[in-house]
C-alpha cells in the first residue's frame, strides 16, 4: 500500500509540468487527495486537494495556475501546473485523508506526514532558466 509523487523536473519559467500521485493498494476516489510542496528554507504548504465528491480547492498562490484532477481508471490525481514561476521551486508531495477536509489541507498548516492516512514520497520541480 503506497502513494508515490512523479513528474518532477527541471523547467524554464512560463513552463507547464504534469504530476502525478498514483496510488497502489487502495482506491483514491475514497479519500481528500491534497498536494503539499516544500520550498528549501520554508514550511510545507498545502496548494491544492480533490475531495471525495470531486471538488477542489487551491491556495491563493496557485489559483489559476495550476489544475488538480483525479483519473479513477489509473487510481492517480495529476497537478497540472502552468506558467511556472521561480518561487514554484520546491519538492512536491501528495497526501491522502479520509478524513481531513480539502479546505484544512490548503489553509491550515499541514500535519506531520504519519497524520496523514497515506503520504507519498515528494518529487523535486526546479524552476530556472
Known amino acids: 500500500v503506497q502513494l508515490q509523487a512523479s513528474g518532477g523536473g527541471l523547467v524554464q519559467p512560463g513552463g507547464s509540468l504534469r504530476l502525478s500521485c498514483a496510488a497502489s493498494g487502495f482506491t483514491l476516489d475514497y479519500y481528500n487527495i491534497g498536494w503539499f510542496r516544500q520550498a528549501p528554507g520554508k514550511e510545507r504548504e498545502g496548494i491544492s486537494c480533490?475531495?471525495?465528491?470531486?471538488?477542489?480547492e487551491y491556495a491563493d498562490s496557485v489559483k489559476g495556475r495550476f489544475t488538480i484532477s483525479r483519473d479513477d481508471a489509473s487510481n492517480t490525481v495529476y497537478l497540472q501546473m502552468t506558467n511556472l514561476k521561480y518561487e514554484d521551486t520546491a519538492v512536491y508531495y501528495c497526501a491522502a485523508d479520509f478524513s481531513l477536509l480539502c479546505i484544512a489541507m490548503v489553509t491550515t498548516t499541514p500535519l506531520g506526514e504519519h497524520q496523514y492516512d497515506y503520504w507519498g514520497k515528494g518529487t523535486l520541480v526546479t524552476v530556472s532558466s
Open positions: 480533490h475531495s471525495r465528491d470531486g471538488s477542489t
